[in-house]
Every structure is written in C-alpha cells, then in structure tokens.
C-alpha cells in the first residue's frame, strides 16, 4: 500500500530527481504537465517542506510519488462559480502531484487521492480542487475517473509556461463514500 507522508528536509535533492524524471517521462505522452527544469526546482521543494505542504510516497527509498497540498488557490479561483461555497479553511488543493512512470497503472494515484480525501473528510473539509494544465488530458481522465467534476476552464499565469488556459476541478466532499 503507497503511505502519504510529510517530506522531510533531508529528502529535498531526491525529490527533486523525482520530479526531473516525471519531466523527462512525460514529455510527448498524455501526462504532460509542461513542467521544466525550472519549475518545480530545489527553491520551491524546499519551502513547500518548510510549509509542511508536501507529501511524498516512496517504496525501498525511492520516490514514487509527491504532491503539494494546501488551501492556497491562484486570484482566478475566485471567480470561479464552483459547485460549492467553500472558505480557503474548507478547501484542499491539490499542487504539484506526480506518480513516477515506473508505478503507472498500479493504483498508487488512486490509493494517495483515497488517503488525500479521508485526510479532508476527517479535518471536515467540504472540497477537494485541481487545476489542469491544457495538454495534460492524462491527469483530466485520471481526476475524472476519481470523481472530480468538470468546473471550468481559465488562463492563469503559471511559472514553469506562462499564460496558459487551466481546466479546474472539483471534488464535493459532504455525503462522500470513504472509498472509491
């Protein structure tokens, strides 16, 4: 079973490794989330670590996956018509969330989204919330296939593309079955 944990300080270089072969494997496939060696860098791990905002999932030392996990949300958010009235309290975004390619289609996304929810559902969170770069139709189905619903679609500035256009997602909580 992939256990979701905090990362620690000490593992900043490997997962920035990680995060560079998640580049290098997407590239050209339907999981492109158009990162590059400047985004996520060794600066941005290190003060999600030091936020406490960023969980990975390793197996005999290795990183298999790693996402960001915080109710920080880009000024677009804001006028967005979601599905439900939410506070930045009761709302989880997700940021940043990768499985190595190594680990495709063995659950590992699916088994991390079920401890990110149960995790939101026991701190009485009320949303779960993605954006999605366009071209990254992969992790579309993929969030889709989780029970995220289609919101809407925005540009926002992002650091690693530019202006680009996002698809935004969003995962209701209340009434929620604690498994998929």
């Known amino acids: 079973m992939a256990n979701l944990r905090k990362a620690k300080a000490e593992e900043a270089e490997k997962i920035l490794e990680f995060y560079q072969k998640v580049i290098d494997s997407t590239r050209g496939s339907e999981f492109n989330p158009k990162w590059n060696r400047d985004y996520p860098n060794l600066k941005f791990i290190e003060g ?5 905002e960023l969980y990975v999932c ?10 960001v996990l ?7 958010y804001e006028n ?6 939410a506070t930045a309290q009761e709302t989880i975004i997700i940021h940043t ?19 990110i929810r149960n995790n939101a559902l026991k701190n009485n969170q009320k949303t779960i919330r ?17 029970g995220f619903e289609y919101v809407d679609t925005v540009e926002m500035f992002h650091k690693a593309v530019g202006l680009e256009k996002f698809h935004l997602y969003e995962y209701i909580l209340k009434n929620k079955k604690n498994h998929l």
């Open 97 to 115: 969330f990768a499985v190595s390619s190594d680990f495709a289609g063995k659950g590992i996304g699916k088994e991390i989204f079920n401890q």
């Open 58 to 67: 390793t197996e005999e030392d290795n990183v298999i996956s790693c996402v």
């Open 80 to 85: 967005i018509e979601w599905t439900i009235n």
């Open 130 to 146: 993605i954006d999605i770069i366009d071209g990254n139709v992969g992790a579309q189905k993929v969030f889709e296939k989780f």
């Open 70 to 76: 915080n109710n920080r949300f880009d000024p677009e």
């Open 48 to 52: 999600c670590v030091e936020k406490e």
